[in-house]
């Protein structure tokens, strides 16, 4: 009898810790997957493209997108995955769609791969309101540069008639954004490259803006444009030079490459391609408003040694090896002379960068940037604000330079433009400030 006891009881520990398993098992999950929708501005246009982003410990097993209006449910599309990932995407086209403009409610209904509700998963549905807006913003120019030359820099302002994402300049394919001013115009700096002709350049300067739906405007940006002439310079490389610039900027060259000529081959393509993409990133970090003031101020009681555009040509033993063009304005004073902020703004770089040595770099705001490279040392650090002419360093040799020295740059959009035109204060008149009218700071 005992031992019936004793087999009952295990029995219904048994049973009980089966139930509590299975239990365990059909209800740890009862939560629906986490559902995220990009773009999720609340307007969408014909083109867009809507990225869902499901995610669930169990995996997800299907998704289904579709549009709910008038309290009916119409299916757009869906899918049930073959693997059950804890992290998985789907798009959706609204191409094909057939919406009409104006709004609808977006509903998806995501499922997990638990156990829950008798092996169905459980179901997730997110409802957004959302509106089909197959109108591109409209763009209003107030005011256009006067001309610009070839390696220079100009200014527009503009309008758009609603809430856009972005908007500026397209020169060649690259961006410029516009920056939305209090007024509620845009202003955007934008280059004249170096290396563009006249004649490319007017073919090739766009404006865009994309508003929330995801439409695009882009017209073509009529401005008036002119050739400037830079010098060129042949220069034959002795060994000795080599071999003194090699010892600057070994540690920045390959292992591979062994002899002197190579390295500085390669610290005057490469290194110097990689530095400049640097640059542009550095451009991207920008503040919004014009924090700058007027004419910018250059190095007391300096003297030109190099201009912007140079052309160099370089030749050793009387073949021609490489060329660069040199995109600054170096100035010579005393040694280690104090060097000033050329205007006012915030550091948003302080330290070393391969053939600009020692480099501090000024941001003045909506995409425009002062730099000083080959500096001896910075007396700054990037988050600083400076005010117009305080001392930021001391001029030097380092970096791929020869004899003390600044190279005094300007950054429009992290791309370099002739710094001349910012120590012209008839130019900065002509070309800028009337530009810009109610928008400049008081």
Not at 46 to 63: E, F, H, T, Y
Not at 240 to 248: H, I, R, V
Not at 272 to 300: E, H, Y
């Amino acid at each position: 009898m005992r031992k019936k006891n004793v087999f009952s009881t295990l029995l219904v520990f048994m049973v009980i810790a089966i139930l509590g398993a299975g239990g365990y098992t059909f209800f740890k999950d009862m939560d629906g997957p986490t559902v995220d929708i990009t773009p999720n501005t609340g307007r969408v246009s014909p083109a867009s493209i809507l990225a869902i982003r499901m995610q669930d410990p169990s995996g997800i097993r299907s998704v289904v997108a579709g549009v709910r209006k008038n309290n009916v449910f119409t299916p757009l599309a869906s899918k049930h995955f073959d693997t059950y990932l804890p992290e998985n995407n789907f798009a959706v086209p609204l191409k094909d769609a057939n919406l009409r403009e104006g709004a609808f409610e977006l509903e998806i209904r995501a499922t997990d791969a638990s156990l829950a509700g008798f092996g169905q998963g459980n179901t997730r549905t997110v409802r957004l309101p959302m509106r089909l807006d197959a109108q591109p913003p409209r763009i209003s120019v107030k005011t256009l540069p006067p001309n610009v030359r070839r390696g220079g820099a100009a200014v527009i302002r503009y309008t758009i008639d609603e809430e856009v994402t972005d908007s500026g300049v397209l020169v060649a394919g690259e961006f410029m954004p516009g920056y939305l001013q209090k007024d509620g115009s845009y202003i955007c700096f934008f280059p004249f490259p170096y290396n563009m002709t006249a004649r490319d350049y007017k073919n090739s300067v766009e404006i865009t803006a994309t508003d929330l739906a995801g439409n695009t405007t882009k017209n073509r940006l009529t401005v008036m444009a002119f050739e400037r002439t830079f010098k060129t310079d042949s220069i034959e490389l002795s060994d000795s030079f080599l071999t003194s610039a090699e010892g600057k900027l070994r540690h920045l060259v390959p292992s591979t490459i062994t002899t002197p000529l190579e390295a500085y081959l390669y610290i005057n393509d490469q290194l110097r391609t990689a530095n400049v993409k640097i640059l542009r990133d550095i451009g991207r970090n920008t503040a919004a408003a014009m924090l700058w003031s007027q004419v910018f101020v250059r190095l007391p009681r300096s003297a030109p040694r190099a201009g912007f555009g140079d052309h160099r040509l370089f030749h050793y033993q009387g073949k021609l090896v490489g060329e660069s063009f040199h995109l600054g304005f170096d100035l010579a004073s005393v040694r280690n002379a104090e060097v000033p902020s050329g205007n006012s703004g915030r550091v948003v770089y302080s330290g070393d960068l391969g053939i600009y040595g020692n480099l501090v770099i000024i941001d003045h705001g909506l995409g425009l940037m002062s730099l000083y490279s080959h500096l001896n040392d910075a007396l700054v650090k990037s988050g600083d604000v400076v005010q117009k002419g305080q001392i930021i360093g001391h001029t030097g040799s380092t970096g791929l330079a020869f004899g003390d020295h600044l190279h005094f740059g300007i950054l429009v959009g992290g791309i370099e433009v002739t710094p001349l035109e910012w120590l012209d204060p008839k130019w900065i008149r002509d070309n800028i400030t009337s530009r810009l009218e109610a928008s400049m700071p008081q």
